[in-house]
């Protein structure tokens, strides 16, 4: 009899512990991360990543204080090039879902938070809105060239904030900078922080 109750307690906690694997969030981390072009891409590398399809995981890329240049035109419709450096002190973000097509080798993965040129154009409109006397091209009587007409928005420097939630609630994150080599037409980017909770200048918003 008591044979039979151990044998059956024994089965039922190993049964649990399986259960509780399947279940459990793995410990997501960040292991890397840089910026690229074209749009600005925050890519990030993680580690620790579990079953996405069980436990959903969504990486945050905060901007803030970013120097953009933007092309111009003038009312006659010549193009001048690059406007004048633009600083946005303001934040922005994006949120980037963790699918099985990001997986890299068994718990890495990496993600792609993409700010297309519009989505940096309309923070522009939306600073020069608030501050109309803001020279962004080379003289008033120039003008910006929209996205939508073939413009494109430069990021030459940004500051930079990489989140990702942990399984226990709590944000960890990577903190840095990043600037344009013109040259190389690559991003140079430094960290300056990272551990758990938020940025300095950046909390990131719920998923």
Known sequence: MCKRLFVTAVLCVGLMVILGIKDAKAWPRITGWGMSGGSAHCDAFLGGIGNPDVNPLWVDCGLSNITMAVQCMNNGGGTGGEGNPFTFEGATGSSYPITWADFTSKGKATAD???????????????????????????????????DEGGTVTVLSTDVCITIEGDDGYYYFVEGY?????????????ETASGKGYCENYVPPAP
Request: charged fraction near 20%.
């Open 113 to 147: 938070v993409e700010f297309t040129d519009n989505d940096l154009y309309l923070l522009i409109q939306e600073y020069l809105a608030a501050n109309p006397d803001t020279e962004v091209c080379q003289n008033p009587n120039w003008s910006i060239i929209s996205p």
């Open 178 to 190: 990043c600037t344009l080599d013109a040259v190389e037409d690559v991003y140079e980017c430094t």
